[in-house]
């Protein structure tokens, strides 16, 4: 079985390098209209696997309200498109298209019957970080879901 360190392929994607300002590992601080009065702490990293090929990231809310999740970037070239699958502990798995600004990241989810999305803007000295949610049960009325706010750890 070979590993990252026996494959050429094992090297940085450059479609990726815009994800670059998520990379490390961040307190996470938020709230969820789902859950009145309760504030969620955890903690969330990004980090290059495969020698950059792709990103993970991995996260963890401490309350048991809010799961956690890992997720998998990558691109394809010929779509021109990001994509970032996830799964959480519920065992619940979706892909969702991604995109990325200078200082924005989104993601969205377009299902009939759930769809999601969010928008993440990164302060300008990159050490903070706010992502706010929506869901929709029926893609035209969208509801508040999750919202965060990161701060750089490392």
Same mark, same amino acid.
């Given at each position: 079985?070979? =590993?990252?360190?026996?494959?050429?392929?094992?090297?940085?994607?450059?479609?990726?390098?815009?994800?670059s300002?998520?990379?490390g590992?961040?307190?996470?601080?938020?709230?969820h209209?789902l859950?009145?009065?309760?504030?969620?702490?955890?903690?969330?990293?990004?980090?290059?696997?495969e020698?950059g090929?792709f990103?993970?990231?991995?996260s963890?809310? =401490?309350?048991?309200?809010?799961?956690s999740?890992?997720?998998?970037?990558g691109?394809?070239?010929?779509?021109?498109?990001?994509?970032?699958?996830?799964?959480?502990?519920r065992g619940?798995?979706?892909?969702?298209?991604v995109?990325?600004?200078?200082?924005?990241?989104?993601w969205?989810?377009n299902?009939p019957?759930?769809?999601?999305?969010?928008?993440?803007?990164?302060?300008?000295d990159?050490?903070?970080?706010?992502?706010?949610?929506?869901y929709?049960k029926?893609?035209?009325?969208?509801?508040?879901?999750?919202?965060?706010?990161?701060?750089?750890a =490392?």
């Amino acid at each position: 079985m070979l =590993d990252s360190t026996d494959n050429e392929a094992a090297k940085p994607n450059p479609a990726l390098k815009p994800l670059s300002a998520l990379v490390g590992t961040w307190t996470t601080i938020g709230t969820h209209p789902l859950v009145p009065g309760t504030t969620f702490h955890g903690r969330t990293s990004f980090s290059w696997i495969e020698g950059g090929a792709f990103l993970v990231m991995r996260s963890r809310i =401490d309350e048991a309200d809010i799961p956690s999740g890992i997720a998998i970037f990558g691109t394809d070239d010929d779509a021109g498109e990001c994509s970032m699958l996830y799964f959480d502990e519920r065992g619940v798995s979706r892909r969702y298209e991604v995109s990325f600004g200078s200082n924005s990241w989104n993601w969205w989810r377009n299902d009939p019957a759930f769809s999601q999305r969010l928008e993440g803007t990164i302060a300008a000295d990159g050490r903070t970080m706010r992502t706010r949610g929506e869901y929709s049960k029926d893609g035209e009325h969208w509801e508040p879901d999750l919202e965060l706010t990161y701060t750089r750890a =490392d």
